[in-house]
Every structure is written in C-alpha cells, then in structure tokens.
C-alpha cells in the first residue's frame, strides 16, 4: 500500500513556466519533507513542513502542507534547467522518525 | 565534513553469493537509515537504528541484516543474494531529538544475476 501518492509522476516543461507538484494521502503525518534528488546521488533535503496550513518559500519553490496534515503540494515559478531533477515528498510519523516516501515526481525544464 | 559515505559505489553479485554494503557518517548522528530505491517504487526502509547497538526491522527487512556496532557505522548484509536485490541502496542519517533533517549517501548500486 503506497500511503503517499505524488502526482503526477513525469513532468517535462519549457524554461520560465510554472508547475506544481502534489503530494497526497489518507494518513495524518507529523510532519512531510520534500527531497529533491539528481542522478546518481542521494536526496537532499528542500525544506520540512510541520503545521498544517503552513507555507514556505525557498527562492522559487513554495511549498504548502494541507489544514489536516495528509497532503502537501510544490509550486516553481519561473521553471529553469536547474530545477530538473527526481522530487520526492516524505512523511514522518512516530518517534523513530520513519520517513515514508512518495514515488517521486521526474520533472524536466527544457532550455 | 565527508557527511554520510557509503563503500562501494557499485557491486555485480551472482545469486547466492553475499556482501556487506558500509555505511559511515562523522556527523555523531544518532539515527541512521538503509533505504532501496527502485524503479517507479520510490525509497522503500529496510532497517534502521537508533543508537549504537541497536537496530529495528523497516518496510521490506527480509533477506537483509544490520549491524550497528560502532555509532558512526551502519552495516547491511545479503547473506543469500537475490536477483529481486538488484537495487539501488541509500543510507541515511539523522542527528534525532527535534531535528529532522535525513543526510543521505550517494548510493550503491547493486546488481544480482
């Protein structure tokens, strides 16, 4: 069972558009991380939501966990090559701090 | 600081044979991760630790093991390997309490024939 869905799973775009990427689930989590990974590396760490509602920007990504903590979107403005990348959201419950991950949205910016 | 290291890069085993993937952080963290990461899967956890001498079963633990005998390590074992192992293996880290943020390793790419 796939608790977080991310959607949609590719996506290629032109330079300079916008996009959002979603994040969804029936589950409650305590807090949803979103990771962005290039090939042949690990993920890295974008930014961490922990309230629901909350939003938060980092230069051109804005990132929104959901009222009841069950889904969380990405939104670039302005896309550009160096955003192309595999954008993975993540879910935390529990003390242990065990991160269940979406699939996985494959975003492209085309120059 | 290195971060999170993970040896080797990249392993062919045939079925059957075993190996040992090292997993090595110098951040003091006290939580550490083996995820695997397939093809339209996403990361699934197969073990994880929460302290040196201790370690706790994830998602998908069978044909693994995991030791974690010094804090800084975190080993994972294929007594048997599978062909259904073929996989991409990351390591994680995390320093615990409030802190959330997962360090990962740039991965070990197996392949099981």
């Known amino acids: 069972t796939q608790l977080l869905e991310q959607s949609p799973q590719f996506l290629s775009i032109q330079e300079g558009e916008n996009l959002t990427v979603y994040c969804n689930s029936s589950?409650?989590?305590?807090?949803l991380q979103w990771y962005r990974q290039e090939p042949g590396e690990g993920p890295v760490l974008l930014v961490t939501?922990?309230?629901?509602?909350e939003v938060k920007k980092l230069k051109r990504l804005t990132f929104q966990f959901g009222d009841a903590r069950k889904d969380s979107s990405l939104h670039i403005t302005a896309a550009q090559p160096g955003d192309t990348g595999l954008y993975l959201c993540a879910g935390a419950r529990g003390s242990n701090y065990k991160l269940t991950f979406g699939k996985g949205t494959l975003l492209t910016v085309n120059p | 600081n290195a971060g999170v290291t993970q040896t080797p890069k990249f392993r062919v085993l045939k079925t059957g044979q075993s190996m040992t993937l090292l997993c090595a952080q110098d951040?003091?963290?006290?939580?550490m991760y083996w995820y695997r990461q397939d093809p339209g899967m996403g990361l699934r956890l197969i073990h994880y630790?929460?302290?040196?001498?201790?370690?706790a079963k994830g998602e998908v633990p069978d044909g693994y093991n995991v030791s974690r005998l010094k804090k800084q390590n975190f080993l994972l074992g294929l007594e048997s390997a599978a062909p259904s192992q073929t996989s991409v293996y990351f390591c994680a880290s995390r320093k615990g309490g409030s802190e959330e943020k997962l360090f990962f390793g740039s991965g070990t790419q197996l392949s099981v024939l």
């Open positions: 939501v922990v309230t629901g509602g």
């Open positions: 589950s409650v989590f305590s807090s």
């Open positions: 951040m003091n963290h006290e939580y």
């Open positions: 630790s929460v302290g040196e001498g201790t370690t």
